[in-house]
């Protein structure tokens, strides 16, 4: 894929934004748990970075894909992942079907004070007895003149505490369980609407993240985006999205957690040598940076299918899977070269252990990916 100055001109804009306005506050929001995600959204959006492939005449870029993607990349620069997450939710997860089938009443109410980053957007789809298994959530909207009425509970919800609208998937009928469900926007602050305490993670921290109850949450049924029973698909080609960007936002900080490791092992001594001198380790180090160059490439290309309108379900599903595992053999390695310190949560090399084991949980878990995989590659046993 060929980057143009056009595209290293979003890449400075973002790069210098996190150098100047995140990465010197990431330990304090970890410590806390949060991080004052209006008003940083609100700078963002100002820059134009929460809307760049959205229509112009939302408040977006207008750009392509391939310039979302230089974004995605370049947040791996921050020194966490839950602040990417929350970025990544209000860009590429909540948005999309909003900004492609939304009507204009619609969009214009929702979709440009998000691409502002006046409001801030949650996609609630994972409940407690349907996380990768969309097709099993519960939640349901049941017409009552007007409007829906929204019954059910959302688990494991990012953005969900201080969110000011949810993108939800519901059954709006009794239907196929891929024909019955709709993606319909319910703002925030609605009587009926209740949100759990925060969830204490392993990683990721910094992103607050909760349970959301809706009990007779009252919906205008204008709130509906595209058309109803189409939400299982609008919200599988969310996924496409979420899962490229999945893959590319693990790069930058994978080579972080490589390139922290070769500093680290160039000035611990062992044996009286830099444990870096070892084969061992500088071959491990030179393998771990193969394989990310490797879903680079992958990621890349995933991309340029995308922009040219292919189905990329497979290859999307094939980041997805490549970034989690990745994340989960990189950061490994690297910590068990700290050794003593590598335990230690005020190191690096763990808040890259702890935040990156959710990319293989996150989004669809790595069982999900090979589930699509096999049945895209017609040798799953049903498919056949």
Not at 278 to 297: G, I, N, P, Y
């Amino acid at each position: 894929m060929l980057f143009t100055e056009e595209h290293e001109q979003i890449r400075r804009t973002i790069h210098n934004f996190i150098v100047n306005e995140i990465n010197p506050h990431v330990d304090e929001w970890e410590d806390a748990g949060e991080f004052p995600i209006h008003d940083l959204f609100k700078k963002m959006g100002d820059l134009g970075l929460l809307g760049i492939t959205k229509p112009t005449e939302y408040g977006g870029l207008g750009l392509d894909f391939s310039y979302e993607i230089v974004f995605s990349e370049e947040l791996g620069v921050i020194n966490c992942s839950g602040v990417p997450m929350s970025i990544g939710v209000q860009t590429s997860m909540a948005t999309p079907a909003l900004a492609k089938y939304g009507s204009e009443e619609l969009k214009s109410e929702f979709l440009v004070p998000t691409i502002a980053g006046d409001i801030v957007a949650s996609i609630a789809v994972s409940e407690p007895g349907a996380g990768s298994d969309v097709a099993g959530i519960k939640t349901t909207a049941r017409k009552d003149g007007d409007d829906y009425v929204i019954n059910g509970n959302k688990m494991w919800i990012t953005n969900s505490p201080c969110t000011d609208f949810y993108c939800l998937l519901v059954n709006t009928s009794d239907d196929n369980p891929h024909r019955n469900k709709s993606l319909i926007i319910v703002p925030a602050d609605l009587p009926g609407i209740s949100v759990g305490e925060k969830l204490k993670k392993m990683g990721c921290r910094s992103s607050e993240t909760a349970s959301v109850f809706f009990d007779d949450v009252r919906v205008p049924q204008r709130y509906l985006i595209g058309e109803e029973g189409r939400g299982f698909g609008y919200q599988m080609e969310q996924f496409q999205e979420e899962r490229i960007f999945g893959g590319v936002g693990a790069l930058k900080r994978l080579e972080y957690c490589i390139q922290e490791t070769i500093d680290y092992t160039r000035e611990r001594k062992a044996f009286g040598v830099p444990l870096l001198d070892k084969q061992v380790v500088h071959f491990r180090l030179a393998e771990l940076q193969t394989e990310v160059e490797a879903l680079r490439s992958m990621v890349y290309r995933a991309t340029e299918a995308y922009m040219a309108g292919e189905e990329v379900s497979k290859l999307a599903s094939m980041c997805k899977l490549k970034a989690g595992r990745l994340s989960r053999e990189v950061t490994d390695s690297c910590l068990q070269f700290w050794g003593g310190m590598g335990f230690m949560e005020d190191t690096s090399v763990n808040r890259c252990y702890r935040d990156m084991r959710l990319g293989s949980i996150g989004g669809g878990a790595d069982e999900v990916m090979l589930d699509i995989i096999c049945k895209l590659m017609k040798i799953h046993p049903g498919k056949r």
